[in-house]
């Protein structure tokens, strides 16, 4: 469960910017659109968060930077080597941002514990990490280390509440990588609830084609397939079933003057066989089964079927899902029916969560968003990203959103302007 995400000097953003999913006041859709966290005397959370911004304004890079900071932590212990530079992008609209350390920090509950968790790195090493635990309702500084660049030395904190081999751990940590990376590969039973949180962030950036494989390898299952099939049909999808046919695959066809050696190199990592997908329709006129390929259907189709299994993953298992443009491809229709299974507690009992950005302002007026969940984004004039939430302006229960937003009320819109050929 994400409680807020906040970031500085990477992309577009500059000063710390945070995206909060802890829910306000606001009594509107309070069952439906949040639910209480597993710790004692916190907030009710939010089920979804909305971003709108001008193309330009940061949206993307705010997802990019979750996904930066995953990818860090996921990898950073063992897929580089000590003085690979690390591949963080920081705000080049100032003077100091590229010598300047990025920051990135996550609140987040997992298994009934809330952790702050984040660092700081520039291109060359981790300069600062850092995480505190709440079991309770008092803080415990589980670990810290901080780069000192005058004695070019790290100075390091392990917490009495921190148990294991915490020096062979500290010894491990490379510049370049995560001591949280590197303790739960060396097997800390104690930080792999941290590090678990972050496999279950299922991020897709704009522009990135979801992998269908998924969906195809849970329509295997039969129980799992009638649940995709119930998604596709509650999406108005014309289907009568899925069928998935495994054939052999096809030997490729190399150029005669290919080397044996280079062949074979391909060969390797080739499957041995495929699978394919087909929706059954029934025929108009004599009730007949017919089986079409997936290709064959609106690439709308294609799309909502490799998000199906995805979707049902996030509301079985409490993942959280982030979407850059939501509405790519999707018509605002069912952009509102995917929204609404994550904000029904029957569907979502397990509490997963959605942050996604969209162009789509229709949204807006439909009674399915609290005002708590709608955030912006737009440059300031010093080019850097400013995020800020709807309720900053305090609009009105009733109060026309998408008038109000499309009219300026808001901000992050495009600045359009009269240019002549």
Known sequence: MLIEFSISNYRSFWETQTLSMAAGPIKELQEENSFTPPVEGFPNLLRSAVVYGPNGGGKSNLIAALD????????????????????????????????????????????????????????????????????????????????????????WYLGAKLTGPKKTWQNSTRSNALFLSTAVQLNSEQLKPVFAWFKKLVIIRHGELIDKGFTVKSCEDKEKCDDILKFLKGASILVDGIEIKERKFEPLQFPSDLPEEVKNFIKKDLPQSVKDVFFKHQLSDTGDSISLPLQEESDGTQKLFAYAAPWLDVLSNGLVLVVDELDNSFHPHLVRYMLKLIHDSESNRENGQLIFSTHDTSILDTKILRRDQIWFTERDSNYATQLYPLTDFHPRKKEALEKGYLQGRFGALPYIGEVKF
């Open 68 to 155: 930066f900071m995953q990818r860090l932590v996921l990898s950073s212990s063992k897929e580089s080597q000590e003085g690979e530079y690390i591949k963080r992008k920081p705000f080049l609209l100032h003077s100091q941002g590229p010598s300047q350390s990025s920051e990135f920090e996550t609140i987040f509950i997992q298994d009934g514990i809330r952790y702050q968790y984040g660092f700081e790195t520039t291109e060359k090493r981790v300069t600062h990490e850092w995480l505190l635990a709440y079991p309770g309702n008092r803080a415990q500084r589980w670990f810290e280390r901080t780069y000192n660049p005058e004695t070019e030395e790290e100075e």
